[in-house]
């Protein structure tokens, strides 16, 4: 079956770097476009970052753009987010999923078929 395992979460200062990486398996991983999401207690789950199959496009939302960097690695079947400058608005629990489907554009958690555990994010002040 499916998995896709976070990893690289934890506890960082204020305008510190964190680097989470998604391992995938049981899917055609370099046909698939990849996203990453976060969510908070209490809050619908939003919307990061998204890949498409090559890499070679991605999408941000306007709150991460320039300090936070998707890529992936077809031969590791792993996706990659670095985050820099965090800022405390950016502690979430972060999820990877996956969407079997070659364009990558999709912002609409209901819309990918796969997702990761998680990974808890704290950006401390």
């Known amino acids: 079956q499916v998995q896709l395992v976070e990893s690289g979460g934890g506890l960082v200062q204020v305008g510190g770097s964190l680097r989470l990486s998604c391992a995938a398996s049981?899917?055609?991983?370099?046909?698939?476009?990849m996203a990453w999401f976060r969510q908070t207690p209490g809050k619908e789950r939003e919307f990061v970052v998204s890949?498409?199959?090559?890499?070679?496009?991605?999408y941000y939302t306007d709150s991460v753009k320039g300090r936070f960097t998707i890529s992936r690695d077809n031969a590791k079947n792993t996706v990659y987010l670095q985050m820099n400058s965090l800022k405390p608005e950016d502690t979430a629990v972060y999820y990877c999923?996956?969407?079997?489907?070659?364009?990558?554009?999709?912002?609409?958690?209901?819309?990918?078929?796969?997702w990761g555990q998680g990974t808890q994010v704290t950006v401390s002040s």
């Open positions: 049981g899917l055609t991983f370099s046909s698939s476009a």
């Open positions: 890949i498409s199959w090559s890499g070679g496009s991605t």
């Open positions: 999923a996956a969407r079997p489907r070659l364009y990558y554009g999709e912002t609409r958690p209901q819309l990918y078929d796969y």
